[in-house]
């Protein structure tokens, strides 16, 4: 038992020298989406809080990032929240993406799929009473429908 132990502790030691890389990309004003919508300033509060450190190049990397295999779960989140959605370089989107993508966080935040439960572990600041959600989707169902507008002109 005392070599097992001996194991797991020199094997978590080691993997203590592969860190992430904690770089986020340089900062696009002009692209991101609460500029680009004008996005009113208590629902950007909302974004900012519960949606941005894994959908935007804005990460703010909590102190558990510096601890693996944490610190690679937590990468990994980062990485996929920003392929499926990445609020720093919305206006990269095609205008049918940028409604597609919407609507898709209307469906999130309204079957509460986001944030997700886990994130809420380091951040619980970032969890949506109701009326944060209705405000939420109210707003992303306003734009969809804006940015589906203008496709039409």
């Known amino acids: 038992m005392k070599k097992i132990l001996t194991v797991i502790l020199v094997a978590f030691i080691i993997i203590q020298f592969f860190p992430i890389d904690k770089k986020n990309p340089a900062p696009t004003p002009g692209m991101d989406f609460i500029k680009i919508k004008n996005t009113p300033p208590e629902v950007a509060a909302i974004i900012n809080r519960s949606c941005y450190d894994c959908h935007s190049n804005e990460t703010r990397y909590p102190w558990y990032s510096n601890i693996a295999p944490s610190s690679w779960i937590l990468k990994n989140h980062i990485d ?5 959605l990445n609020f720093s370089t919305f206006a990269v989107y095609e205008p049918k993406i940028q409604a597609h993508k919407l609507q898709e966080c209307i469906e999130m935040v309204e ?3 986001m944030p ?3 994130y809420f572990i380091g951040h619980q600041d970032a969890k949506l009473t109701d009326a944060q959600r209705k405000v939420l989707t109210d707003y992303f169902k ?12």
């Open 111 to 113: 079957k509460k799929e």
């Open 142 to 153: 306003r734009e969809k429908q804006e940015t589906e507008r203008k496709m039409s002109l």
């Open 116 to 118: 997700l439960e886990s």
């Open 80 to 84: 996929e929240g920003r392929k499926e």
